[in-house]
């Protein structure tokens, strides 16, 4: 059976953006559009072209510059916003305005102050100017989640009705859950006349650690793009992180039959290259790209994957660019793990020299939190210089280099 296509829009380069800590230069902000394009993303959502001198500026640079890609501009539902979205947008290969209108009464009540019925008449006017400029508008109702459902439909329908051609809907602050969230795509495709003829979307923040559960929910209830970000930067605890999503549907392709154009590969490089520019990495443990992702310390864990590493990793570093499996030495490592760090630094000890250097290892690692190559070398080497009568193969007493 044909697989369905999901498109990965990335908005690290604005909802990313906009988090603390997050701030980009232009030529940085170029860069990563760049590296997204070789990544092979279908839409860089570039900035929110109204927001400042700056933020148009990288819009226009990055729809000028990038090809491939569709470029988007986020609009505020209003006509200045679109006017300078579709500006900013006017050298793009293919351009995306995407407009933006509170739907929760929440939101309508104190932040906008204004009534359903204005909200419905501003979704759909918003939408019929942006469609003047450019035939691909895509509508977010914020705060989707929090809105009443029929409101919800009734804010929907207005914008399809008005052409939008891609509707999003947002959990923006990240309340709901993957069965619910699955429920408010099915009654829409059920509720809204002419909604088979627009692409549906997720985009999900990850208060309760539920993002990328709660994206996967979306897009087996028929959603065709996620929005996502690099290492799941955003607003407060973040986006969905488009490296999780995409593993997920590599790694289980038995409940998540999807197609995507990611070049996988370009996973880890493109991780890598974000850490630099913002002012902090990802956890350690942060799936996919923290440094321990495909870390192993544990003993049995350390065998395991030296046997075969499909006993601890159910991917392999390889996948998504990361250069090998690491194998980190510390007090749970075992004998077996010890002699093959030790081999691959190029010091082959016999079945007792083997023994001592571990017992010797463990008294280290007890006291240290991480034995590196360093320590391992001043070990064999003092070793061998204060048991003289015990030779190591291939170790010269000669002073360890770092
Ligand atoms: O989280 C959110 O609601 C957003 C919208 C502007 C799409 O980022
Ligand atoms: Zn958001």
Request: aromatic letters at 6%.
């Amino acid at each position: 059976m044909d697989r369905e296509q999901v498109l990965f829009f990335d908005t690290t380069l604005r909802d990313g953006e906009q988090s603390p800590g997050c701030s980009m230069y232009m030529a940085e902000k170029l860069r990563m559009a760049r590296q997204l394009e070789s990544l092979g993303v279908d839409v860089i959502e570039a900035g929110f072209a109204v927001a400042s001198d700056g933020d148009f500026a990288a819009v226009e640079q990055i729809a000028r510059s990038v090809r491939g890609p569709r470029i988007a501009s986020l609009a505020r539902a209003k006509d200045e916003d679109i006017t300078t979205a579709a500006r900013a947008l006017e050298h793009a290969e293919r351009s995306r305005i995407h407009i933006f209108l509170a739907s929760s009464d929440i939101h309508l009540q104190y932040k906008l102050k204004i009534s359903r019925q204005q909200a419905l008449d501003q979704a759909g006017e918003s939408v019929r100017l942006a469609r003047a400029y450019m035939d691909d508008v895509e509508f977010s109702p914020e705060d989707a989640t929090r809105t009443d459902p029929e409101f919800l439909c009734a804010m929907v329908q207005a914008a399809v009705d008005a052409g939008a051609t891609v509707i999003n809907l947002p959990d923006t602050v990240g309340y709901t859950v993957p069965n619910e969230y699955a429920e408010i795509f099915r009654r829409l495709r059920e509720k809204v006349r002419g909604i088979e003829n627009v692409m549906l979307s997720c985009h999900c923040h990850d208060d309760l650690g539920m993002a990328v559960a709660n994206s996967l929910a979306a897009i087996q209830a028929g959603a065709r793009q996620v929005e996502c970000t690099i290492n799941g930067i955003g607003e407060r605890a973040g986006n969905a992180a488009l490296e999780e999503i995409a593993a997920a549907i590599y790694v289980r392709q038995d409940q998540l039959s999807y197609r995507h154009g990611l070049k996988l590969e370009q996973i880890y490089a493109t991780s890598q290259m974000l850490t630099q520019i913002i002012s902090f990495k990802p956890s350690p443990n942060k799936a996919i790209v923290g440094s321990n992702a495909f870390s192993h310390e544990a003993g049995i864990h350390q065998h395991g994957v030296l046997s075969n590493p499909l006993c601890y990793e159910i991917m392999t570093p390889a996948l998504v660019g990361v250069p090998a499996n690491r194998m980190v030495l510390g007090k749970h490592s075992g004998r077996h793990a010890l002699g093959h760090r030790l081999g691959e630094l190029g010091l082959v000890l016999n079945r007792e020299e083997l023994d001592v250097a571990y017992g010797r290892f463990i008294e280290i690692a007890d006291r240290k939190k991480a034995v590196y190559d360093q320590d391992l070398i001043a070990l064999v080497h003092g070793y061998v210089r204060q048991v003289p009568n015990l030779e190591v193969s291939g170790v010269t007493s000669a002073s360890p280099q770092s």
